[in-house]
């Protein structure tokens, strides 16, 4: 008998451990997304203005939020991080063309302006960024999935050349 209650004492005590532990861990996903806000514009048009008035080139996130693994990837690591952010702050103008395919994410008039975009500027890949100045000309283009490291250089060199 004793045994037995042993077993389940553990048994019951690692069930625990193991809970607390991945809600420690979600908990901390969730501060750490709080606390990294970027300020998205929300339409091009107001993205646009925004650059020709703050003399910023523009960032356009090419994205599938809600089915892409790659964006969702770039999305946490860089785009969530407190170093994107400063810069973002000081030197980008930022628009995300979402192509979720759940088309409730957002509305049917963001999901054309989005599809104009992509068809304008040729994306067929996801993630893209693309940036362009405030007449909507491309300054930048990097496609695909790389080492956020390496887009600090790129996002550098294309702020400087503006």
Known sequence: MKNVILGLSICFFSVANIVAQEQIIEEHKIKLEETISLNWQPTFKDALKKSKNENKPVLIYFTGSDWCGPCKILDKKLFHTQKFKDI????????????????????????????????????????????VNHKGKIIGYKKGLILTDYYYPFIQSVIENY
């Open 88 to 131: 973002a702050d000081k030197d980008l103008i930022l628009y995300e063309a979402d192509s979720p395919r759940n088309l409730d994410l957002i509305s049917s008039d963001k999901i054309e302006i989005n599809n104009d975009l992509k068809r304008k500027f040729q994306i067929r890949t996801f993630p893209t960024l693309v940036f």
